[in-house]
């Protein structure tokens, strides 16, 4: 076993409510993870995901668990950074693996469906590591709350026999990000962060190139303190996505005018503020889906 603190007390040193059924649904997550025995986790670094390596850390301990994170142009070179850094503090052992989605044409057409395809290429990826270091099963930060939304690549999780213990243990985001914060986790507060392909509208290529701009120019905005932000690609025009309280201050002349000026040198041709704000998945608006039901056993 792991020399990894165990999990609190849900109620330890919090003024924070706890979540009706809280404490059986960590309960459930801590057996399930239990019952696994030897695991990967699919490791992006964002909340999700490092509460689950970290909870399967205390209940398997590192010799039966492996953080492995997929590399493309897809991921920010930040966030690999972060993830890198993330898995270390953990004490847990991070392989990272250059997937393969961008030699994919049906990637590259960005179809709605985009997300199967590049989850489909990371688990083809991980699996011949599992074999060959014993691993019983591929986990990922798949939580309750996400099998509402439209994911993809939740089918191509199906398809390759991955769990998702949050998930089948209840656990919502509300959930997942409280628990993370009880653990002293520093990302238990972190915005999401889903892939760069994901500012680009469907039907509208993906390339490499188009992904480094709008990551250059979504880092230039969180060097002035913009801590939530999307850049939107519409080919030739970027329609930049802030919280409403950060509204004021990125549409002020003098800031509006730098941010203008840097993304126009990236080889943005129009440079645009959604008076929307920041919506997480806005560019899903344009689908009109009745989702599926999915059954409640992952």
């Known amino acids: 076993m792991s020399n990894i603190l165990p999990i609190p007390s849900p109620n330890a040193n919090s003024d924070v409510p706890t979540p009706a059924g809280f404490e059986e649904r960590c309960a459930a997550l801590r057996a399930g993870l239990r019952a696994m025995r030897r695991v990967a986790v699919a490791f992006s670094g964002g ?15 590192r010799d039966n668990v492996l953080a492995v994170t997929g590399r493309s142009a897809s991921l920010k070179r930040s966030e690999l950074e972060a993830a890198e850094a993330l898995a270390r503090s953990l004490g847990a052992e991070h392989v990272v693996l250059d997937t393969s989605e961008f030699d994919n044409a049906a990637y590259l ?8 395809f590049c989850k489909t290429t990371l688990y083809e990826h991980v699996r011949p590591l599992l074999a060959s270091r014993g691993l019983t099963t591929l986990i990922n930060g798949t939580n309750a709350d996400d099998l509402t939304d439209y994911r993809p690549g939740l089918a191509a999780a199906d398809e390759h026999g991955v769990r998702s213990p949050l998930a089948e243990a209840g656990m919502t985001k509300r959930d997942v990000r409280e628990l993370a914060r009880r653990l002293g986790l520093d990302v238990h507060d972190k915005p999401a962060s889903p892939c760069l392909s994901s500012r680009v509208p469907y039907g509208e290529s993906i390339t490499p190139e188009k992904l480094r701009r709008i990551e250059d120019a979504e880092d230039y905005l969180a060097s002035l303190g913009f801590r939530e932000v999307r850049v939107r690609s519409h080919a030739d025009l970027a329609r930049i996505e802030v919280p409403a309280a ?5 549409a002020d002349p003098q800031i509006g005018a730098c941010v203008a000026a840097r993304l126009k040198a990236l080889g943005f041709t129009y440079v645009t503020l959604d008076l929307a704000g920041f919506r997480s998945g806005s560019l899903n608006d344009v689908i009109r889906l009745n989702l599926p039901e999915r059954s409640g056993s992952l």
């Open 47 to 61: 909340v999700d995901s490092a509460l689950v390596l970290r909870v399967a850390l205390d209940e398997l301990g």
């Open 109 to 116: 057409a960005n179809p709605t469906n985009r997300c199967y």
């Open 246 to 250: 950060d509204l004021p201050r990125l």
